[in-house]
DNA sequence: ACCTGAACACCGTTCAAGT
DNA sequence: ACCTGAACACCGTTCAAGT
């Protein structure tokens, strides 16, 4: 079932992503959705898990950089993925995965939580903002004239992972 | 008309602002907004750009830190001011302005463009996150025993901007 | 344990018609 | 130029009742 919303939600996009479509997907009444969930935000909360499974165990021979784009990969690799996770986050029923990567990636615990959750925030910020471009792309919603705004991701990206990675290189050196 | 839905959007939440809670509020049929927007993404995009509007104009002389907290003060102005920017990114009406003031701060145009990026797509989602454990502890969705969940976010947001400062102070040292 | 059927209180949007 | 009235095709969610 939540295998199904994923791939719906590849499919349509969160927009669409509607119970009663879900439903129609499993032909079953919208209604017997809710003995598996009490709602839409638990269904969503339980695909937002989904999406970053594929994130690596926590491993401190990794990079920043490494991490960063293992969890961007994740978020990249189902439509509107990004946002998914952003609006189920205050339930914190994933995430704590992700950051847990990132926090080992930053070489150690303690003070550098803080720094491990800002980058965690810049990722979830930057991919949202990149699937949002890319849907408003495929409507055909922007200027025609204006350069392809997917282009330059990567070099933003990379910007910013070089910020948080030059950040944990120089407390290293302390 | 965009007054009144900025105000309805601190009152209600993005979730509950309406086409036609809006119309009501106006005294007016729900009909009645669309021969002034085309559609709801149209008026979400008007009613950001007025959130940002309260980003100063770009000022070398600013810090980095400086520019970054009076982005994030705008977006915090309004309940889910950070998410209906966010859903409106695509379409570059306003935020344009609060990346000048960043590539300002940054000192320099050209090979800090990415990184003025990158540091806005962090603001946009920490100030996202942020506002989403806001209305997830006032529906008290979330554990009573956990600690509050907005209580360290000055610390997480301080050591973004820290990241990004420090990237900025290194490459004018060069 | 798991699902149906029917209802409730909503949505965004369109479009002829009014003034 | 600006708005109404009525409709269309949807929503999430609840709850008695079925099996």
């Known amino acids: 079932m939540v295998e199904c919303a994923l791939r719906l939600l590849d499919e ?11 439903a129609s997907e499993l032909d079953v009444q919208p209604s017997a959705l809710y003995w598996h969930f009490v709602n839409k935000q638990s ?11 594929a994130v690596p165990e926590p491993d401190a021979d ?3 950089a ?5 969890i961007r990969d994740a978020l990249l690799a189902y439509r509107d993925g990004a946002e998914v996770v952003m609006s189920t986050y205050a339930l914190r029923l ?23 959750d800002a980058a965690f925030e810049f990722i979830l910020g930057h991919v ?7 849907h408003a792309q ?16 990567d070099e933003v990206f990379e910007a910013g992972v070089a910020a ?7 407390r290293r050196r302390v």
């Open 66 to 70: 490494a991490t960063a784009r293992a």
């Open 164 to 170: 948080f990675a030059a950040l944990s290189a120089s």
């Open 12 to 22: 349509v996009g969160l927009p669409d992503l509607s119970m009663r479509r879900l």
């Open 62 to 64: 990794w990079t920043v």
């Open 128 to 134: 949202t903002l990149l699937q949002q471009r890319m």
């Open 43 to 53: 269904l969503l909360a339980a695909v937002a898990d989904r999406i970053l499974d």
């Open 94 to 116: 994933g995430a704590r995965r992700a950051q847990a990567a990132l926090v080992a990636s930053l070489g150690g615990a303690g003070t550098d939580a803080a720094t491990a």
């Open 138 to 153: 495929s409507i055909g919603a922007v200027d025609a004239d204006a350069a392809d705004p997917t282009a330059n991701a």
